[in-house]
């Protein structure tokens, strides 16, 4: 079993910046893909980043590309998205999620985050 908990969403103006958290802990959660997602009101989730913890590889979804970053500690188990340049169209509620394998569909992380809320004023 794998528990995330998510922190440091809120309220910015656009082209302002915020870092999201996402905690880790459980049973052999080392061997897991780290991603996170997002959605808005009345949209599908939508992937946004995700990390391998062993081999640190990442990837994208290219509407973020050169604004976020995902990366890790492992020391302190602990996933972080920074968010550049944000824009009114990142606002979302974005969830850190734990998967088996390297990919994007929300279905292939059994793990969920209970999410933080991301919003930018325009």
């Known amino acids: 079993q794998v528990q995330l908990v998510e922190s440091g969403g809120g309220l910015v103006q656009a082209g302002g910046s915020l870092r999201l958290s996402c905690a880790a802990s459980g049973r052999t959660f080392r061997w897991y893909v780290m991603g996170w997602f997002r959605q808005a009101p009345g949209k599908e989730r939508e992937f946004v980043a995700a990390?391998?913890?062993?081999?640190?590889?990442?990837m994208y979804v290219d509407s973020v590309k050169g604004r976020f970053t995902i990366s890790r500690d492992n020391a302190k188990n602990t996933v972080y998205l920074q968010m550049n340049s944000l824009k009114p169209e990142d606002t979302a509620v974005y969830y850190c999620?734990?998967?088996?394998?390297?990919?994007?569909?929300?279905?292939?992380?059994?793990?969920w985050g209970q999410g933080t809320q991301v919003t930018v004023s325009s």
């Open positions: 999620a734990a998967g088996n394998f390297w990919q994007r569909s929300p279905s292939g992380y059994p793990y």
């Open positions: 990390i391998s913890w062993t081999t640190g590889n990442t």
